[in-house]
């Protein structure tokens, strides 16, 4: 059964320039997660959808950052510009209403770079 | 708004001894859930282990076990038999009951070194 997958694994992008990342949440569930890991501020939840629809956008750092859920199976954070603050890694989690906890599962991760 | 801390940036441990990593959190919710998650240099967040606030007795996942603490609101996690494969870095998260699944408040971690 697979996992939540993230793409690309790796980003080295130039200032300026546009970045997007993609996610696939494991089939079924109905809850995705976007969060951010750097050094200093450690994890911090961006954005997250319940059924395609974005619940709680507070996280989002900046205009320049946009998410969106077009089908249960995809999902996209979009950073444009991108600036050399934006480096950190990027999660993506999803989970399934109902099931006690919520337990969210993680994608490998993309590591963004922006020079 | 609720926080999460790990007071320990890093810990050592002889392999197969028992190590406890230790979280804390404020809240104002009564219930709530809590988490650890195990970061390996491979980046990919695992999950170990997770408790539920109305729960009374302490979850246990094989050598991982917790001190589930609700008035002093603490949660730490003992590993037992300590393995080279338990190197990683350790995050405690928090997230509250309600009506939908809220985001999860990580603390800033626990590098958990393993000496063989």
């Known amino acids: 059964d697979a996992g939540v997958i993230q793409s690309p694994r790796h980003e080295v992008t130039e200032m300026g320039q546009e970045v997007t990342l993609r996610c696939k949440p494991i089939s079924g569930h109905d809850y995705l997660f976007w969060y951010r890991q750097t050094m200093m501020r450690g994890l911090e939840l961006l954005i997250y959808?319940?059924?395609?629809?974005?619940?709680?956008d507070s996280g989002m750092p900046e205009d320049r950052f946009s998410a969106k859920m077009p089908n249960a199976s995809f999902s996209t954070l979009k950073i444009q510009p991108s600036e050399p603050r934006d480096s950190a890694v990027y999660f993506c989690?999803?989970?399934?209403?109902?099931?006690?906890?919520?337990?969210?599962?993680f994608g490998p991760g993309t590591r963004l770079t922006v020079t | 708004a609720q926080t999460v801390t790990q007071s320990q940036p890093e810990m050592s441990v002889q392999e197969a001894e028992t190590v406890t990593l230790s979280c804390t959190y404020d809240t104002s919710e009564s219930d709530y859930y809590l988490f650890w998650y195990k970061q390996p240099p491979s980046r990919q967040m695992i999950l170990v282990i997770r408790?539920?606030?109305?729960?009374?007795q302490n979850a246990t996942e094989n050598r991982f076990s917790v001190n589930f603490q609700k008035a002093a609101k603490s949660f730490s996690l003992k590993i037992s038999d300590s393995q080279l494969g338990d190197a990683a870095m350790y995050f405690c998260?928090?997230?509250?009951?309600?009506?939908?699944?809220?985001?999860?408040?990580f603390g800033k971690g626990t590098h958990l070194i393993i000496q063989p």
């Open positions: 989690a999803s989970s399934l209403h109902g099931t006690g906890a919520y337990e969210q599962y």
């Open positions: 408790q539920e606030a109305y729960k009374q």
């Open positions: 959808f319940n059924n395609n629809v974005p619940i709680d």
């Open positions: 998260a928090y997230r509250r009951e309600g009506g939908g699944a809220d985001g999860l408040t």
